[in-house]
C-alpha cells in the first residue's frame, strides 16, 4: 500500500473528518449566512439604491479573505492539545492525506459553499427592493475582467494561514496575521527606500509589485503597471503561494507521536 496517498484510505479519512466535524462547520456556515443576511440587509436599507458592481467586488472580496482565513488557522487546531494531537497523529493515514483533507476543507470546499451563500444572499437582497428604471449587475468572480484575482488572492493568505496553523500551537489566526502584517509593513519599507534611491524623489507609501506614486515638483506623479505586468505578479503570486503550501506539509510531516 502507498505509504504518501492511497484513495481508499484518503476516502476513509475524509468521511471520518467529515463526520466529527461537520456540525461545527454547519454552524460556522449559518453564522456566516446569518451575518451576511443581516449586514445585507442593513446596507441595503442604508445606501437606498442598487448594490453597484464595486460594491458586490469589495463585499465578496473581504468577507471571503477574512472568514476564509480565521477558519483555515483552526484547521490544526487539534495538534495544539496533546491528548487531540496523539489521536490524530497515531491515525492510520499518512502526513499527505491528512493534509490534503485540511486544505480541501479550508480552500476548495471553503470557496464552492461561500460563493453559493454569497450569491444566495445577494440574489435575497437585490430582489426584497426593487429600483425602477435601475439594473443591478451581478458580480461574476469567474469572469477574466470581474474578479478571478480574488481566488488567486485568497490563495495566497490561504497559505499563509495554513502555514501558521501548523507552526503555532496556540492562538494560530492572531500570531499569522501578527507576522504577515509585520512582513508586509518591512517589505513596503524597503521596497519604498529602494523607490527613493531609484528616483530620487519623494516616494508615497507603495506597496512591492504595484505601482508607483512620487512627489516631484509639489506635484504627484503615478506610474500604472500594465496588463502584462499584471500578469507577471499573478504568477509571482501562485509561486509564493506554492511554497507556504510546501512549507506547511513540510513542517506538517515533522509532527511525531
Same mark, same amino acid.
Given at each position: 500500500m502507498n505509504n504518501i496517498f492511497?484513495? !481508499? %484510505? &484518503? #476516502? %476513509?479519512l475524509f468521511i471520518k /473528518?467529515? +463526520?466529527? /466535524? =461537520? !456540525?461545527? =462547520?454547519?454552524?460556522?456556515? *449559518?453564522? *456566516? *449566512? #446569518?451575518v451576511m443576511l443581516l449586514g445585507g440587509c442593513f446596507l441595503v436599507?442604508?445606501?437606498? @439604491?442598487?448594490?453597484? *458592481? #464595486?460594491?458586490?467586488? +469589495?463585499? &465578496?472580496?473581504?468577507i471571503l479573505l477574512l472568514a476564509g482565513t480565521i477558519f483555515t488557522s483552526t484547521v490544526f487546531a487539534d495538534l495544539g492539545d496533546k491528548n487531540k494531537a496523539m489521536a490524530w497523529l497515531t491515525l492510520p493515514a499518512s502526513h499527505f492525506e491528512k493534509y490534503l483533507v485540511a486544505w480541501l476543507f479550508s480552500y476548495l470546499i471553503l470557496i464552492i459553499t461561500y460563493t453559493g451563500c454569497f450569491y444566495l444572499v445577494l440574489f435575497f437582497l437585490t430582489s426584497i427592493k426593487h429600483f425602477p428604471g435601475r439594473q443591478t449587475e451581478v458580480f461574476d468572480p469567474f469572469h477574466s475582467g470581474g474578479g478571478f484575482q480574488v481566488f488567486i488572492l485568497y490563495a495566497l493568505l490561504h497559505s499563509i494561514a495554513f502555514c501558521g496553523a501548523v507552526y503555532f500551537k496556540k492562538l494560530h489566526f492572531i500570531k499569522s496575521a501578527f507576522v504577515f502584517f509585520i512582513g508586509l509593513a518591512f517589505l513596503i519599507v524597503v521596497n519604498n527606500i529602494i523607490q527613493h534611491a531609484m528616483l530620487g524623489a519623494k516616494v508615497m507609501m507603495n506597496v512591492p509589485f504595484g505601482g508607483i506614486s512620487f512627489m516631484e515638483n509639489n506635484t504627484v506623479h503615478e506610474i500604472n503597471i500594465t496588463i502584462a505586468q499584471q500578469g507577471h505578479i499573478l504568477t509571482l503570486?501562485?509561486?509564493?503561494?506554492?511554497? &507556504?503550501? +510546501? @512549507? +506547511? =506539509?513540510y513542517r506538517l510531516k515533522e509532527k511525531q507521536v
Open positions: 492511497n484513495i !481508499k %484510505r &484518503f #476516502g %476513509r /473528518h467529515t +463526520a466529527e /466535524h =461537520y !456540525k461545527s =462547520y454547519v454552524m460556522s456556515l *449559518l453564522v *456566516l *449566512l #446569518g436599507y442604508l445606501i437606498n @439604491a442598487p448594490m453597484e *458592481l #464595486g460594491l458586490q467586488t +469589495a463585499l &465578496f472580496t473581504g503570486v501562485s509561486v509564493l503561494t506554492g511554497i &507556504f503550501w +510546501a @512549507a +506547511a =506539509y
